[in-house]
């Protein structure tokens, strides 16, 4: 079965330095990867996707994601945090190879500080 | 920009009510889904819809069902509220995935459920 995994609840940084939000992925056959963003008291907002081709994805916002294979990992990050960053992170993988269903992760939320 | 919007922010029922939230989106988007969201657990899928008429169960369907009347438009019914059922409910909707590709899925924002 499909599955994702987050392993921290919650990442600190100060604002300027570089942010990176971990994700894990299993899957069989092709992985189709997404990273979700939720500000407060909104709902979700898309950042970016890894379908295929280069394993460096750029997204919204100044995000980028790193599609390592051999690591399972699909890793988000940024190279200058900003407190507006704060928030909480998701990242989904698509639950199969017919269907339009996606498995979040359990999500970690970003706290940069001044 | 594609909009999806649901019915309440915020709502609060009794235990036995039985509760509906409406979702609604204005892009055309053949699939629509249903999820809650609780702190630790993430989003679990309820309900997804695929056309008109037609849903397919997600991984906590228990204690809810779903109406797709019309495309624009799909509800969460909760048959009779538990305060089980306290939670964030999330309504997306995306196009039908095509060879290659796979479109990111979009979310209203939120009704906050608690049930009494």
């Known amino acids: 079965a499909q599955s994702v995994a987050q392993p921290e609840d919650q990442v600190n940084v100060a604002e300027g330095n570089p942010l990176t939000v971990k994700c894990t992925y299993s899957?069989?056959?092709?992985?189709?990867l997404f990273w979700y963003v939720q500000y407060p008291n909104r709902g979700l907002q898309f950042l970016l996707k890894?379908?295929?081709?280069?394993?460096l994805v750029k997204g919204s916002y100044g995000f980028e994601a790193e599609f390592n294979k051999s690591q399972t990992s699909f890793h988000l990050k940024k190279p200058s945090a900003l407190v507006s960053d704060s928030a909480l992170y998701f990242c989904?993988?698509?639950?199969?190879?017919?269907?339009?269903?996606?498995?979040f992760g359990t999500g970690t939320r970003l706290q940069v500080f001044p | 920009d594609v909009k999806v919007t649901q019915s309440s922010r915020y709502l609060v029922k009794r235990t036995g009510e039985k509760v509906f939230l409406e979702c609604v989106q204005d892009?055309?988007?053949?699939?629509m889904f249903w999820y809650r969201q609780d702190p630790g657990l993430g989003l679990r899928l309820i309900y997804f819809?695929?056309?008109?008429?037609?849903?397919e169960k997600g991984d906590i369907p228990e204690g809810y069902s779903v109406s797709r009347e019309k495309k624009e438009r799909f509800s969460l019914i909760l048959e009779s509220a538990s305060t089980n059922q306290t939670s964030m409910y999330l309504c997306?909707?995306?196009?039908?995935?095509?060879?290659?590709?796979?479109?990111?899925?979009?979310f209203g924002p939120g009704t906050r459920l608690t049930v009494l």
């Open positions: 989904a993988v698509r639950a199969g190879f017919n269907t339009d269903k996606l498995i």
């Open positions: 899957v069989s056959g092709n992985p189709y």
């Open positions: 890894y379908i295929t081709g280069d394993n």
């Open positions: 892009m055309d988007h053949e699939n």
């Open positions: 997306a909707s995306s196009t039908r995935t095509s060879w290659g590709s796979y479109n990111e899925q979009f």
């Open positions: 819809s695929y056309d008109v008429k037609m849903k």
